[in-house]
């Protein structure tokens, strides 16, 4: 079947980090801060950090570690 966007979302955090606005072109995802919310709620452990994009905004980027 199709697989969802959240499903999307968290395989391609598995293998790279992403910021809000790369998951919503890369995942069509646009509540990526919940979302990871979420995982980590169900266990999944998600680490962030802060990134500082060319034009001088600080995001947060999120991926998700694997063992």
């Known amino acids: 079947g199709e697989m969802t966007r959240t499903e999307s979302l968290r395989r391609t955090l598995a293998v790279r980090w992403l910021t809000p606005l790369e998951a919503a072109q890369v995942c069509g995802v646009f509540s990526l801060s919940q979302r990871v919310g ?6 999944i452990e998600v680490m962030d950090r802060w990134v500082k994009l060319p034009s001088g905004a600080r ?3 999120y991926k998700i570690a694997v063992r």
């Open 59 to 61: 995001v947060k980027s």
């Open 38 to 43: 979420d995982f980590r709620r169900q266990g």
